[in-house]
Antibody, heavy 122, light 107 residues
Framework: QVQLQESGPGLVKPSQTLSLTCTVSGGSISTGIDYWNWIRQPAGEGLEWIGRVYNSESTRYNPSLKSRVTISVDTSKNQFSLKLSSVTAADTAVYYC??????????????WGRGTLVTVSS | DIQMTQSPSSLSASVGDRVTITCRAS??????LAWFQQRPGKAPKSLIY???TLQSGVPSRFSGSGSGTDFALTISSLQPEDFATYYC?????????FGGGTKVEIK
């Protein structure tokens, strides 16, 4: 079955760009019927939806982060990526990638990776 | 954004207990409410979508109810593997938003 795995640096300096990759296994990222999401969770806090990509190029971002976020797809590697620019300590969180299936609608990420901790610190 | 408020934030219960967690939306979301379970160090797992539809493979002791702004997740007979944190999520309106979580601990 489909599985997702996040990867990337665990430590990023303030003002730099956070870059994470989600590798999809057990299925193709190019089906054109799935939504590929990023969600984050600061320690001790709730979950925040960051954004998603659909059909390799249609993106939608949380307005609270929109000016700093880019989500893209690399179909040759069956991966999708997150870039968050100008990070501060407030961006320290566990970052999850997740798949949403078209049958559930575009705003329900129902299959998640295990998450990766990113700390913003000098 | 729609605010999702879960209660309680934590509870202690014993194996075999009936447990109910509530989730309130700041505005109506029809039936577009999902529940997730997260065990420590694990990925969140989807349990229920559309308020009351169980995902494939989810035990029938889990059930969901509600509509509009008030929703509930009930575990009819708590099992050892159910001790975890539970989150609700609305997917009626953009952006999707989550509740703060309810941690179910062993009494």
């Amino acid at each position: 079955q489909v599985q997702l795995q996040e990867s990337g640096p665990g430590l990023v300096k303030p003002s730099q760009t956070l870059s994470l990759t989600c590798t999809v296994s057990g299925g193709s990222i190019s089906t054109g019927i799935d939504y590929w999401n990023w969600i984050r969770q600061p320690a001790g806090e709730g979950l925040e939806w960051i954004g998603r990509v659909y059909n390799s190029e249609s993106t939608r971002y949380n307005p609270s982060l929109k000016s700093r976020v880019t989500i893209s797809v690399d179909t040759s590697k069956n991966q999708f990526s997150l870039k968050l620019s100008s990070v501060t300590a407030a961006d320290t969180a566990v970052y999850y990638c997740a798949r949403g299936e078209q049958r559930f609608g575009e705003l329900l990420p129902n299959l998640w990776g295990r998450g990766t901790l990113v700390t913003v610190s000098s | 954004d729609i605010q999702m408020t879960q209660s309680p934030s934590s509870l202690s219960a014993s194996v075999g207990d009936r447990v109910t967690i509530t989730c309130r939306a700041s505005q109506g979301i029809s039936i577009y409410l999902a529940w997730f379970q997260q065990r420590p160090g694990k990925a969140p797992k989807s349990l229920i979508y559309a308020t009351s539809t169980l995902q494939s493979g989810v035990p029938s002791r889990f059930s969901g109810s509600g509509s509009g702004t008030d929703f509930a997740l009930t575990i009819s007979s708590l099992q050892p593997e159910d001790f975890a944190t539970y989150y609700c999520q609305q997917y009626n309106s953009f952006p999707p938003t989550f509740g703060g979580g309810t941690k179910v601990e062993i009494k």
